[in-house]
């Protein structure tokens, strides 16, 4: 075999490598489009992906007290971003509220705020407070309806301190 002939060979085998090697990347990016459509699409930072209810009477919502006094007291659907921190309500997010009981709190909707109800109590007793979610978070999943929450409503604060004292035959 001469140089010529050997400089044939070398090169007839670079080409046979480089189309090899043309093909073997072909067939991997095929592959990593294909993987890419089933994976579900990221959830962009700072989105909602989860919600729950809330609760605040007379300013305080980490641990509230309603009583049959109380007249403002709110239940608010909150959302939840993946590392739950407050998050923006989907657009197309809505809620309606429910209480099982409502002779003893009733819960009617904000005239402001779409989010948030209105909690009426009439009577102590016990009563559980849930809402039903529609919409679609970012990541194309719908909307679940939070936990509901058991709640109860106590006697008011005694309003004056006074003894009667009534004469007797």
Known sequence: M????????????????????DRIADS???LTATVKKL???PVPTNQ?????????????SVNPTITVDTT??????EFQDDRGGPATAP???????DSDNPAVCAVAADATNPFQGNLAPASVGSFNLSATVTGTYANGT????PAPLALAVTGGVAVSNLLVAAASN
């Open 142 to 145: 719908a909307i679940g309806s």
């Open 28 to 30: 991997i990016n095929r």
């Open 91 to 97: 657009a197309d997010a809505t809620v309606v509220f």
């Open 72 to 77: 403002d007291g709110t239940v608010t659907l």
């Open 48 to 60: 909602a992906v989860s919600n729950r209810l809330a609760i605040s009477a007379g300013g305080n």
């Open 39 to 41: 994976q579900p699409a």
């Open 2 to 21: 001469d140089d010529h002939d050997a400089y044939d060979l070398a090169e007839m085998l670079r080409s046979e490598l480089h189309e090899g090697a």
